[in-house]
């Protein structure tokens, strides 16, 4: 009896440790962009770049309604606002 035993104890670690090694393998294919092309750092650095793009673009569409503001809020003072 203590033969099968150790071979379903053999067996169920050789199970478990395919699986385990799957898991690990498809998470590092899933973090490294999911296949060819950018990887790794290049990767990061791309969508670091275009996060940067779309908080300049941002800050210059939210620029132009507080320019307008700021310019009739001048209009209606004695004194002007002075710029930062």
Not at 30 to 45: I, R, S, V
Request: net charge positive; glycine share 10%.
């Amino acid at each position: 009896m203590k033969m099968v035993q150790g071979s379903f104890t053999k067996r169920a670690l050789m199970v478990a440790l395919i699986a385990g090694s799957g898991i690990l393998a498809a998470s590092s294919f899933a973090m490294n962009g999911g296949g060819p092309g950018k990887q790794g750092c290049e990767f990061n650095q791309s969508k670091v770049d275009q996060a940067q793009s779309l908080q300049a673009k941002r800050g210059e569409h939210r620029a132009r309604p507080l320019a307008a503001l700021k310019e009739s809020l001048n209009r209606s003072l004695t004194t002007p606002i002075k710029t930062l």
